[in-house]
């Protein structure tokens, strides 16, 4: 191990960063991004100093690599990313408001509704199928329906 780390080189924190690249794409989140910031830092240190050897080069990556996660974090809190669609990946929310025509009768309280290529149970008063409904509120999977006027 210590014959690698001795021919270290700073191409190697290059690709090291590269491949923290493709783990962020891969993986949610944004903690890899972080990580390949500091190898990509610590590889330009390398190629500036060469004389650094790989001890030094070791912690550097490690301080660079907790200060860029600690500073990512805090910019991405007080940065939060915006979305043009606050309900998305909250399908349910998304039929709030919009009015359909129910699939299966609702009756004792319960029926189906048909949205595009999904069914969805819902509540609301006994209804005949083919009743248009408008969607108010939404229960884990369940839709709450009114009748449409």
């Known amino acids: 191990m210590t014959g690698l780390l001795e021919n270290l ?15 962020e794409v891969a993986a949610p989140g944004t903690f890899f991004l972080w990580l390949a910031i500091a190898a990509g830092v610590t590889g330009v240190a390398a190629l500036a100093f060469p004389a650094m050897g790989w001890p030094l080069e070791l912690v ?15 910019f991405v809190k007080r940065h939060p990313i915006q979305s043009d669609d606050n309900t998305l990946n909250r ?23 048909k949205v595009g290529d ?23 999977a369940v839709l709450t ?3 449409a006027e």
């Open 9 to 23: 080189q700073f191409w190697h924190w290059w690709v090291l960063g590269v491949a923290l690249l493709a783990l």
């Open 60 to 74: 550097m990556f490690a301080v660079l690599a907790v200060a860029s996660v600690l500073g990512g974090r805090a």
């Open 91 to 113: 399908r349910g929310e998304q039929h709030v408001g919009r009015i359909y025509a129910l699939s299966e009768a609702i009756r004792d309280g319960r029926g189906t509704l």
């Open 118 to 140: 999904s069914v969805w149970r819902v509540e609301g008063p006994d209804l005949p199928a083919g009743a248009r409904v408008r969607v108010t509120s939404i229960s884990g």
């Open 145 to 147: 329906v009114e009748p």
